[in-house]
């Protein structure tokens, strides 16, 4: 072999050696980024020990943005409890039915009737179209109203349907509808109905639809990756070290509140199909969304703070932009403009008597 033919074959095998290192390297530069070895271990453990003693880990955790969206599509919808059956463990509760935006009709009666009577005549859906109704008895030993209870006695009942969610205003065939179970009711208990004017409450139902469609802010912010994308896993993580924990729905993740019961704080989701793969390591994902249901969030939380922090330590860690749904960088100045406007939105709704997170709101913009 001559010497020509030597140092060719032995150029040939260095070209060769580095086609294959460049593809390993782009390969590897390009594949999903997969969450840490230490963290992932921990979590197996805490998976571990939550099987094991029944009780689970806790992890220690433009400016138009804010203008009224579809109300038909509510933010948290998959992941967050209904609104009108949320707890309220701590502080003044004005839930249950309220003359603020609920049509109710009073049932008045001769004696006294049993809870267990109540609760045997309840309609079988407790709702009048796309309204939820609520019934309310007068505890005879309390003095209060509340849902009957078994084995407690009520000198009077109240009958109540919702003048307005996100599904629209109350309209006149779902009044009749509730007009129709309520008169059910109070015949099965020997009572007598009081039914407000329909036109009057169905104007009523209206005007509070519009001021709730003109004040239901739900924001969103999309964070996309840079360079290489990222791993189901490799989200979790990262929105895990900041308090998220997983949703009820594949590629859900909320931050929950302080207190159990209330709908989260902030919302994260990313591809369904990437969480629900054979192999979710494979899975490349290329951007997530962080919401928030501006009404169903008290201020108290400071929401908006918290997803904009937690919007670019992910960005940060994660190696990814933070834009808005059209792809628009989102930069300080306009995140400044954001938290200004949704402060007047907080003092709107509070003027209104519905502050972002009271039980009223959360049943209103539901």
Same mark, same amino acid.
């Given at each position: 072999?001559s010497?020509?033919t030597?140092?060719l074959s032995?150029l040939?095998g260095?070209?060769?050696?580095?086609v294959v290192?460049?593809?390993?390297?782009?390969?590897?530069?390009? &594949?999903?980024?997969?969450?840490? &070895?230490?963290?992932?271990a921990?979590?197996?453990?805490?998976?571990?020990?939550?099987?094991?003693? #029944?009780?689970?880990?806790?992890? %220690?955790?433009?400016?138009? /943005?804010?203008?009224?969206?579809?109300?038909h599509?509510?933010?948290?919808d998959?992941?967050?409890?209904?609104?009108?059956?949320?707890?309220? $463990?701590?502080?003044?509760?004005?839930g249950?039915?309220?003359?603020? @935006?609920?049509v109710i009709?009073?049932?008045s009666l001769?004696?006294?009737?049993?809870?267990?009577?109540? @609760?045997?005549a309840?309609?079988?859906?407790?709702?009048a179209?796309?309204?939820p109704?609520?019934?309310?008895?007068?505890?005879? %030993?309390?003095?209060?109203?509340?849902?009957?209870?078994?084995? /407690?006695?009520y000198?009077?009942?109240?009958?109540?349907?919702?003048l $307005?969610?996100?599904?629209?205003?109350?309209?006149? @065939?779902?009044y009749?509808?509730?007009?129709?179970?309520? /008169?059910?009711?109070?015949?099965?208990?020997?009572?007598?109905?009081?039914f407000?004017?329909?036109?009057?409450e169905?104007?009523?139902?209206?005007e509070l639809? /519009?001021?709730? =469609?003109?004040?239901?802010a739900?924001l #969103?912010?999309?964070?996309r990756?840079? %360079? $290489?994308?990222w791993?189901?896993?490799?989200?979790?993580?990262?929105?895990?070290?900041?308090?998220?924990?997983? #949703?009820?729905?594949?590629?859900?993740?909320?931050?929950?509140?302080?207190?159990a019961g209330l709908?989260?704080?902030?919302g994260?989701?990313f591809?369904?199909?990437? $969480?629900?793969?054979?192999?979710?390591?494979?899975?490349?994902?290329?951007?997530l969304?962080?919401?928030?249901?501006?009404?169903?969030?008290?201020?108290?939380?400071?929401?908006?703070?918290?997803?904009?922090?937690? &919007?670019?330590?992910l960005?940060?860690e994660?190696?990814?932009?933070?834009?808005?749904?059209d792809g628009q960088?989102?930069?300080?100045?306009?995140?400044?403009?954001?938290?200004?406007?949704?402060?007047?939105?907080?003092?709107?709704l509070d003027a209104?008597?519905?502050a972002a997170? =009271?039980?009223?709101?959360?049943?209103?913009?539901?």
């Amino acid at each position: 072999m001559s010497n020509l033919t030597l140092a060719l074959s032995i150029l040939g095998g260095l070209v060769l050696a580095a086609v294959v290192g460049y593809e390993t390297f782009m390969s590897r530069r390009n &594949a999903p980024r997969q969450p840490d &070895a230490v963290d992932t271990a921990l979590a197996d453990v805490e998976r571990s020990m939550s099987s094991g003693d #029944g009780v689970e880990p806790m992890l %220690h955790v433009d400016p138009k /943005q804010i203008s009224a969206q579809d109300r038909h599509e509510p933010l948290f919808d998959p992941d967050l409890p209904a609104p009108s059956g949320v707890p309220v $463990a701590t502080g003044e509760r004005r839930g249950g039915l309220d003359p603020l @935006i609920d049509v109710i009709a009073p049932v008045s009666l001769d004696g006294l009737a049993s809870g267990d009577a109540a @609760i045997a005549a309840m309609p079988p859906t407790r709702r009048a179209g796309s309204k939820p109704v609520a019934i309310e008895g007068l505890n005879e %030993h309390t003095g209060q109203w509340e849902p009957p209870v078994a084995g /407690q006695r009520y000198s009077a009942f109240q009958v109540g349907v919702q003048l $307005a969610n996100r599904t629209g205003a109350l309209n006149e @065939i779902e009044y009749s509808e509730f007009v129709v179970k309520a /008169q059910a009711f109070a015949d099965a208990v020997n009572g007598s109905p009081e039914f407000p004017e329909m036109l009057d409450e169905v104007a009523r139902a209206r005007e509070l639809d /519009q001021f709730a =469609s003109a004040h239901d802010a739900q924001l #969103g912010f999309v964070l996309r990756a840079l %360079h $290489a994308a990222w791993s189901p896993g490799y989200v979790q993580q990262n929105a895990a070290r900041l308090g998220f924990v997983t #949703g009820i729905i594949p590629g859900r993740m909320v931050l929950p509140t302080g207190e159990a019961g209330l709908p989260p704080i902030l919302g994260l989701a990313f591809d369904t199909q990437a $969480a629900l793969a054979d192999d979710p390591a494979q899975s490349a994902i290329r951007e997530l969304s962080l919401s928030l249901d501006v009404p169903q969030v008290d201020r108290t939380e400071e929401p908006f703070r918290r997803m904009r922090e937690a &919007a670019a330590t992910l960005a940060r860690e994660m190696d990814g932009v933070v834009t808005d749904s059209d792809g628009q960088l989102l930069r300080d100045e306009t995140m400044d403009v954001i938290g200004n406007d949704l402060e007047q939105l907080y003092d709107t709704l509070d003027a209104r008597d519905l502050a972002a997170g =009271s039980p009223l709101a959360r049943r209103l913009f539901s």
